[in-house]
């Protein structure tokens, strides 16, 4: 549904980057000036790709951007999300003053996280990424919500922000809603983890299914939930419609 798709080739061929494309700045950059000359509202999508293999950052934020002690497990993927996080900085400090920037909703997510854990196979704290919404003009009593959600939920929520009066069939929920019940789903080849409520569900398709529950998803281990519960068949239950209802509304339509 995007109207334009904007990539490597529409930047001057010298433009610093990786394998992966240019630097971030430069396309940060790029959309400041889309929305400094935009007559329309715009929405825009931004991929950071700085923060990949090989973990390197420009020659020009080398003398700013820290390097980090190698007690760190990753410390040039710490510098590659702190040249990110300072070009966002710049990026927001850069146009606050800007009409448009009291008119712009941020939604600042990322598609997966990093390795950091090792406690399990596919261990699920590795899937905590972040997933802020900014727009001071609009969200004037900052909230933080500590409740399962993820990428499904982004839309619903911006739709409702925006006051979209038209009925819509969206996965996913608004997580601000009072009502808010999230759930989210994650899969890898044929690992899948699905959280709903202090539970979390693992089937490996064909092979095996657990139930885990918890207090607090950083405290591990997890306790161990019977097959024969009526937790676990309902949880089980619940992964498998949302599993069938994804695969026939993005499948089969």
């Known amino acids: 549904g995007f109207d334009k798709v904007i990539e490597q080739e529409d930047f ?3 433009t610093p980057g990786t394998m992966w494309g240019i630097f971030d700045e430069y396309l940060f950059d790029y959309a400041e000036d889309i929305l400094d000359t935009a007559q329309t509202p715009t929405l825009i999508t931004l991929f950071t790709i700085t923060n990949h293999q090989p973990w390197e950052i420009p020659e020009n934020k080398k003398n700013i951007i820290p390097e980090f002690s190698t ?11 702190a040249y990110t996080d300072h070009v966002i900085g710049e990026f927001i400090e850069n146009n606050k003053e800007k009409t448009w920037f009291d008119n712009t909703i941020f939604v600042f997510i990322s598609d997966h996280g990093i ?16 997933f802020i919404i900014f727009s001071p003009n609009l969200i004037h009593n900052p909230i933080t919500i500590n409740k399962i959600s993820s990428q499904v939920d982004v839309v619903p929520t911006l ?5 979209y009066p038209e009925p819509f069939d969206l996965m ?13 789903c ?12 202090e539970f ?22 997890y306790s161990s939930i019977l097959r024969k519960s009526e937790s676990f068949n309902t949880i089980q239950t619940h992964f498998r419609a949302y599993l069938q209802g994804s695969y026939t509304y993005y499948k089969n339509r």
């Open 115 to 130: 390795n950091e854990f090792v406690g399990m196979y596919e261990d699920p704290r590795n899937a905590h990424i972040p």
């Open 172 to 184: 996913g929920s608004n997580i601000l809603s009072e009502n808010y019940t999230g759930v989210a």
């Open 159 to 163: 739709l409702h922000l925006i006051g």
């Open 12 to 14: 001057p061929m010298n």
């Open 71 to 81: 007690n760190n497990r990753n410390p040039n993927i710490l510098r590659t999300m």
């Open 186 to 197: 994650r899969i890898i080849n044929d690992y899948c983890m699905w959280f709903e409520s």
């Open 200 to 221: 979390l569900y693992t089937e490996i398709f064909n092979q095996n299914v657990e139930l885990y529950q918890y207090d607090e998803l950083y405290d591990y281990p």
